[in-house]
């Protein structure tokens, strides 16, 4: 069993997370409420590691009314084990888990015992990369049933090529960024053909803020 995930993201009309200078400011105010609405909703909420490195997110419900009961268990895959222990999504204020690989030298056992000591969580499953369809299934049995997929590209190309995604909800602003080397919704190394592709079903549509939002179902 595997929690039912819902992708999200804002991007521009091209596809882009942020400019080539990681400059990400893309949603409007009504938006940020949009996604802070789901995270209320939802048990968990997923990111790479790369997001806590270049936006140091806190990953909590902050821009609607909400108590600390309604923050998900933040949820953070990374391989490494490349989380500062100063990051925002390891304060107090929601219970933090970090997904890393089954791989464990000195440095990273001491890394995970600084972690346990703040309250922190930490799973090892796979080699090389973390085990995304084994993280799912040790995220279900710890009662995390729905979980919120917020990127970046890294992230959701390896949930994607996993099928692990069941929902997807864009914010599209009427941007257009540009530049090759700036993240996508979706980076990773691609599907090679059509047939291979993710297939998804349009359920709703509607404007918010300068921008709209598209809502699919992921075709299984
Ligand atoms: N506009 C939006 O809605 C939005 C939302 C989120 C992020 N962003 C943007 O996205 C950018 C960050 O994206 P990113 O692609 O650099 O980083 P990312 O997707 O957040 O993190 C990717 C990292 O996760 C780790 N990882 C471990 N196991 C993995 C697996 N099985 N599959 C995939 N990744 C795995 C890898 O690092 P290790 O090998 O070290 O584990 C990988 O490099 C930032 O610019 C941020 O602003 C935008």
Redesign the pocket.
């Known amino acids: 069993m595997k929690p039912y995930v819902i992708s999200?993201?804002?991007?521009t009309l091209d596809g882009k997370?942020?400019t080539i200078a990681?400059d990400?400011r893309?949603?409007g105010e009504e938006d940020l409420k949009r996604?802070h609405q789901i995270r209320k909703e939802v048990d968990g909420i997923m990111?790479?590691?790369?997001?806590?490195?270049?936006?140091d997110?806190r990953l909590t419900v902050h821009k609607i009314p909400a108590k600390k009961e309604d923050n998900p268990v933040r949820i953070v895959?990374?391989?490494?084990l490349?989380v500062p222990l100063n990051a925002r999504v390891l304060n107090k204020d929601a219970k933090t888990i970090i997904?890393?690989?089954e791989e464990i030298n000195e440095e990273k056992e001491e890394k995970i015992k600084k972690l346990t000591e703040m309250g922190v969580e930490v799973i090892k499953v796979?080699k090389g990369?973390?085990?995304?369809r084994k993280l799912m299934e040790e995220l279900y049995k710890r009662g995390i049933k729905k979980i919120l997929l917020?990127?970046?590209?890294?992230?959701?190309?390896?949930?994607f090529?996993?099928n692990l995604v069941d929902e997807v909800r864009v914010?599209i602003a009427p941007k257009i960024f540009g530049g090759k080397d700036a993240?996508t919704y979706v980076?990773?190394e691609g599907f090679k053909t059509v047939d291979e592709c993710v297939k998804l079903e349009l359920k709703n549509f509607y404007r918010m803020d300068d921008g709209i939002v598209l809502e699919f179902k992921v075709k299984k």
Not at 8 to 11: A, E, I, K, P, R
Not at 47 to 55: A, H, M, N, S, Y
Not at 151 to 157: D, F, V
Request: aromatic share 4%; charged share 20%; net charge negative.
């Open positions: 999200n993201v804002g991007m997370l942020a990681n990400s893309i949603s996604v990111v790479g590691i790369g997001t806590v490195l270049k936006d997110p895959v990374d391989s490494k490349r997904a890393t690989t796979g990369k973390v085990d995304l917020e990127g970046g590209g890294t992230l959701n190309w390896g949930m090529k996993e914010f993240p980076d990773g």
